[in-house]
């Protein structure tokens, strides 16, 4: 409880000193010192109510149940994603790419730096590690469609400029992501809920359903309670995301750094707490829950980040491109290819590890060195 209290009183005392003093602070970023100062400040505080919306997002999960306590985990990190795209995106004229770079670097993240770690970390522990099949296929089938509409069809239609998507391919295909991305949940929690767990531990979670149900009549308050805390850990990322935004377009600006760079922030942001989870239970020989949290994050970035953003697009009357270039599609499609293969046997080990860290370390000098 300390913890959490700490948490909100040094979140909403920034709010508040940004609400009094932001407009000064910001007006004059000409002071290396002071902007890279204000930039950590930001990043900090952002990134340690990002890790506390998950904690909360994770208690809801555990009291809700299924279907609900996914949705509500999901939600608020597609949340947290969405209202630093569009902070960026409102607030700087060269930010049509930003939802594309985020939505890529949280699948080279995720996909190729944290699956990467925590295999070769598991594999060099436990030597080889187990996990459900049928799971990590069923995460697969969402990632794999989705991604390559999203991120490569678009340059090969006939919208202008190449890369983005006309209002009625926009619509359409929005429709068509949020529905598969539905009928994935509807999996994830429904009739084939087990999927999704150790296969040694199946007997056990359907054994415990009747268990749950009753626990959760009774902890009505213990949802309230987190819900509360939830929308009070979000809300300073909310209001602070604008002024965050504008540092990272002027350092990206005066250091003549990459535009992708500002996507990697984001990504980092909004994906290092369930990172650090996934690679713990990687070490601890809980696979299982690792590619859960790495492989649904993907799912869900691709499946309701991409209506998002082709929302925030039409609202603010720019157009969002989509399309990555030559050397993006290639590192897509070699990181669909290695999970593809990866995730094809019912055992991991370092090698399959190895393999995606590479593809992730040619990701990041490509950043820097295209």
């Known amino acids: 409880m300390a913890l959490i209290i700490g948490r909100l009183t040094i979140a909403w005392a920034t709010v508040v000193l940004f609400l009094i003093f932001g407009d000064s602070w910001l007006t004059d970023l000409s002071s290396t ?5 204000l930039f950590v400040w930001l990043f900090a505080v952002i990134l340690w109510c990002a890790s506390g919306v998950v904690k909360e997002a994770d208690h809801l999960a555990e ?3 299924e279907p609900i306590g996914t949705l509500v985990l999901t939600l608020s990190i597609v949340i947290v994603e969405v209202v630093l795209i569009a902070a960026v995106v409102f607030g700087s004229e060269a930010a049509s790419t930003l939802g594309r770079d985020t939505m890529f670097a949280v699948l ?3 996909l190729n730096g944290v699956v990467g770690l925590a295999l070769l970390l598991g594999g060099w522990r436990h030597r080889e590690q187990a996990y459900n099949l049928q799971g990590a296929v069923a995460y697969l089938a969402v990632i794999i ?28 295909f929005s429709v068509f992501t949020i529905a598969l991305y539905g009928i994935f949940l509807m999996i994830q929690t429904g009739r084939h809920r087990l999927f999704f767990v150790d296969s040694l531990k199946e007997c056990e979670v359907a054994d415990d359903g009747n268990t749950k149900i009753e626990r ?6 213990a949802i309230g309670g987190h819900t509360c805390l939830l929308v009070l850990t979000m809300l300073p990322i909310v ?12 350092g990206i600006v005066v250091l003549g750094a990459p535009p992708a760079l500002g996507g990697v922030l984001i990504a980092l942001i909004i994906f290092t707490p369930e990172a650090i989870v996934a690679l713990r239970a990687a070490l601890d020989n809980q696979l299982q829950q690792s590619i859960n949290l790495c492989l649904g994050a993907s799912a869900s970035t691709i499946g309701l980040t991409v209506p998002a953003i082709l929302g925030v697009g039409i609202i603010t009357g720019k157009t969002m491109v989509l399309g990555l270039d030559p050397a993006g599609m290639t590192l897509l499609a070699l990181t669909l290819l290695l999970c593809s293969l990866t995730f094809s046997g019912p055992r991991t080990t370092v090698l399959e590890g190895a393999g995606h860290l590479v593809i992730f370390l040619v990701y990041i000098v490509l950043i820097f060195s295209p």
């Open 33 to 37: 010192l002071r902007s890279s100062m």
């Open 239 to 250: 209001l602070l995301a604008k002024q965050l935004a504008m540092l990272i377009d002027h």
């Open 145 to 172: 469609p989705l991604s390559v509409i999203a991120l490569v069809l678009p340059n090969f239609t006939q919208a202008e400029p190449v890369g983005s998507l006309t209002t009625t391919q926009a619509a359409f």
């Open 216 to 221: 959760h009549g009774s902890a009505g308050r």
């Open 63 to 65: 009291l809700l149940g």
């Open 108 to 110: 080279m993240i995720v």
